[in-house]
């Protein structure tokens, strides 16, 4: 599945989306942040999860995270936020020249895939439930300081 960035740019997740992940996902987050709520958007053709949070980081009304997770374990977390802040961690092949594992974060506030600008992320190949607590760990402390800017700094897991 490629995902397209926004800036003409696509990288590509393998597999098709795996539900179970999905679900998996979506409990683990939800089970400490109940304020959070989201939905698979097709469970027979599913693309996404995605979570919506009534507040978010600083001036943020609302967040949203948009989760694809595949059958052969690559993933895409998109945070994006009522101000416009955008950023991904992921977990797939890529071609940028850095990091040099398939662990890859692009940072706010637009989440670009230039190469220049994508960094090694914090988060690994870890099962789906310490992903989810690890996003949430990482987001929560993003709100009580009140910037997202270091969002990514944390050692793997958080």
Same mark, same amino acid.
């Given at each position: 599945m490629?995902?397209?960035?926004?800036d003409?740019?696509?990288?590509?997740l393998r597999?098709?989306?795996?539900?179970?992940?999905?679900?998996?996902?979506?409990?683990?987050?939800i089970?400490i942040?109940p304020?959070a709520?989201g939905?698979?958007?097709?469970?027979?053709?599913?693309?996404?999860?995605?979570?919506?949070?009534?507040? %978010?980081?600083?001036d943020a009304?609302?967040?949203v995270f948009?989760? #694809?997770w595949?059958? !052969? $374990?690559?993933?895409?977390?998109h945070?994006?936020?009522a101000?416009d802040r955008?950023l991904?961690?992921?977990l797939?092949p890529?071609?940028f020249?850095?990091?040099p594992d398939?662990?890859h974060?692009?940072?706010?506030?637009?989440?670009?895939?230039?190469?220049?600008?994508?960094?090694?992320?914090?988060?690994?190949?870890?099962p789906? %439930?310490v992903?989810?607590r690890?996003?949430?760990?990482l987001?929560? #402390?993003?709100?009580? !300081? $009140?910037?997202?800017?270091d969002?990514?700094?944390a050692?793997?897991?958080?």
């Amino acid at each position: 599945m490629a995902f397209d960035s926004g800036d003409g740019e696509t990288h590509g997740l393998r597999g098709a989306i795996d539900v179970s992940k999905l679900d998996a996902f979506r409990e683990a987050f939800i089970t400490i942040e109940p304020m959070a709520s989201g939905a698979i958007d097709d469970r027979l053709d599913p693309r996404d999860l995605r979570l919506t949070i009534p507040y %978010g980081v600083g001036d943020a009304e609302t967040t949203v995270f948009t989760v #694809r997770w595949t059958t !052969v $374990g690559d993933y895409n977390i998109h945070y994006s936020d009522a101000s416009d802040r955008d950023l991904r961690w992921d977990l797939h092949p890529h071609g940028f020249s850095a990091p040099p594992d398939d662990r890859h974060f692009h940072p706010p506030p637009d989440a670009k895939s230039t190469d220049s600008q994508v960094e090694p992320s914090c988060l690994g190949e870890l099962p789906v %439930g310490v992903v989810a607590r690890a996003v949430n760990f990482l987001w929560r #402390r993003a709100l009580d !300081v $009140g910037t997202v800017t270091d969002i990514n700094v944390a050692t793997d897991p958080p």
